[in-house]
């Protein structure tokens, strides 16, 4: 959420090798000290990537807040071990109408936030109305378009938030109308933006509620303490007032943000942290570490090309230039040299083992093909066929990323593989704050972005709805009525014949790869360098990337 979050990217983050997750603080209980405590302590020193750009569930739309969202927040479902879905703020399974339509879901009634409040079906209400309510803003409401009846006319200003199929039946059942029949429901209901808010809580804090950890409120297994809205460190205390409480072993969690890989792994190798990814250079050297460990994701990273800036169309709505870029680079050779971390070329925008087809079983991406593959001498010939029509010699691009180092040794190789292949091209790099480079993508000023989406649920549209016309996660200007189409059938017409909405999907992917609409770079993996004691730690394909629930230190 993939974010999947915006990591997509968004959810979203071009993140790259470091683990999202925190580091070391100097509390003597500290898991990561010398003496070994780490074997004695329900403690973890963890490493966070980037800083929480949002507190605010609603108004979240990156993989930082959703991790913070899935480990102190919980919904009608979680995510656990294997990403099997778990009954969370539900009692039990739902009844369903014969249509498939209405959901009842009966509430746990030991559920409470965390100054006591009991958590009710009014919260899940106030909080589904709040994210379709175009005045409040949310990016993620597209995620209730299609899905809860009335959320694409109250989006539109068709309709009121108050008539979205959502309602209280009393305080411990809910009743959730749907548009249509949604395969991927459940999957849907464990991510943050359908998690509960707490309506007295939220209003009585105004602006300012989600801006630190003070106005803020959980109810799930930890509480986020000391996070001031744009600090460096923060850490997870456990919830002494979570349903589950028992269950949860971690007493605390310390964070701290770190940009530099190499920095990350002196504080692994001094036992200040119990886990570190690693950039090519030191996954060389720990390859053969028995505490190294490969972890593959389902985030996609892809160049994001904004074909319309300041109300003006830009080069890059030109086809051709887009197909030259995407195909200028040397995929396999980035991801051995560069990441080194077990991440894979990608040439589609769905990613390599996460959805299968219905009916055969057939991996998506294995089915649909590959798109834009590198081809140096095809992508200079698109390119000169697109200096041609736009009736110039060259251009001059800024490729904006993240600031991390291995973002910028990235941003590096890429510049290399541009300017070499396609004569006449000046790449520019710009790299930014993840905060800052998410909110430069919200106001559509860029050129090119390394961009990444991790899914936010277990299904191929959770990235194929991200481009469709005026879509709040496209933020590029493309444009394709018929790929607008599709994504309409395969949300409305086949919402309930799974094989027919799958073809209909793998035709739309055609669509925006034959556009270049985007330029597909790679599949991620983590390496990673984990402590032996750290046990339970849960990362899942979608949703929030890491969850701690069911994590320990061993004794």
């Known amino acids: 959420m993939k974010k999947s979050k915006f990591y997509v990217f968004m959810t979203l983050a071009f993140v790259l090798s470091l683990v999202l997750g925190a580091c070391g603080s100097n509390n003597s209980s500290s898991s990561g000290s010398k003496s070994g405590n780490s074997s004695t302590k329900q403690v973890l020193n963890w490493i966070a990537s980037a800083e929480i750009p949002s507190g605010d569930p609603t108004l979240a739309t990156d993989q930082e807040s959703f991790i913070l969202f899935g480990n102190t927040m919980e919904g009608l479902y979680r995510i656990g071990k294997d990403d099997n879905l778990y009954l969370a703020d539900a009692a039990e399974e739902p009844t369903v109408s014969k249509d498939g339509k209405t959901y009842t879901f009966k509430l746990r009634k030991d559920a409470k936030w965390s100054n006591g409040d009991p958590v009710t079906a009014k919260d899940y209400v106030f909080s589904w109305q709040r994210a379709v309510n175009p005045k409040v803003g949310s990016q993620y409401s597209y995620i209730f378009a299609g899905v809860i009846k009335n959320a694409s006319d109250i989006l539109a200003g068709k309709k009121q938030p108050s008539e979205l199929g959502v309602k209280a039946i009393d305080d411990y059942t809910l009743q959730v109308q749907l548009e249509r029949p949604t395969p991927y429901l459940k999957s849907l209901l464990a991510f943050p933006t359908y998690f509960p808010q707490n309506q007295k809580f939220v209003e009585s804090k105004g602006k300012k509620y989600g801006t630190n950890s003070d106005n803020m409120l959980f109810n799930g297994p930890f509480i986020l303490k000391n996070w001031n809205g744009t600090g460096l460190t923060w850490k997870y205390v456990k919830n002494p007032n979570y349903y589950d409480k028992d269950k949860v072993k971690l007493q605390q969690i310390n964070f701290q943000v770190v ?20 950039s090519n250079e030191y996954a ?251 046990k339970g730690v849960e990362d899942h394909l979608f949703g929030p990337d890491t969850t701690f629930r069911d994590a320990y230190v061993q004794k």
């Open 259 to 278: 940009k530099a890989v190499n920095t990350g792994v002196n504080l692994y190798n001094t036992g200040k942290v119990d886990r570190v990814g690693l």
């Open 284 to 534: 060389q050297q720990y390859k053969n570490s028995k505490e190294a460990h490969t972890y593959p994701t389902s985030s996609v990273f892809y160049f994001k090309y904004n074909e319309v800036r300041n109300g003006k169309k830009t080069a890059l709505a030109n086809i051709n230039i887009r197909k030259a870029l995407a195909m200028a680079v040397d995929k396999q050779s980035y991801v051995d040299t560069t990441l080194g971390n077990g991440s894979i070329p990608a040439n589609g925008l769905v990613p390599k083992d996460f959805v299968k087809d219905p009916k055969t079983g057939q991996d998506f991406r294995a089915e649909n093909g590959d798109f834009l593959k590198y081809n140096a001498s095809e992508a200079k010939k698109y390119w000169e066929k697109g200096l041609k029509e736009l009736g110039v010699k060259s251009l001059t691009f800024e490729l904006l990323g993240d600031d991390t180092d291995d973002a910028k040794k990235s941003s590096e190789f890429i510049q290399n593989q541009l300017e070499k292949n396609l004569p006449g091209l000046t790449l520019k790099l710009k790299n930014v704050p993840f905060k800052n480079r998410l909110q430069l993508d919200t106001n559509q000023d860029y050129d090119i972005q390394l961009a990444g989406w991790g899914p936010d649920y277990q299904d191929p549209m959770t990235f194929l709805d991200l481009f469709v016309t005026n879509g709040d996660n496209n933020k590029s200007g493309y444009s394709n009525k018929q790929y607008d189409k599709l994504i309409n059938e395969a949300k409305t017409t086949y919402a309930n014949n799974p094989e027919k909405r799958w073809q209909v999907m793998l035709k739309a992917e055609k669509i925006l790869m034959n556009d270049a609409a985007i330029g597909p770079l790679y599949q991620r993996a983590y390496l990673r360098l984990q402590k032996p004691y750290v």
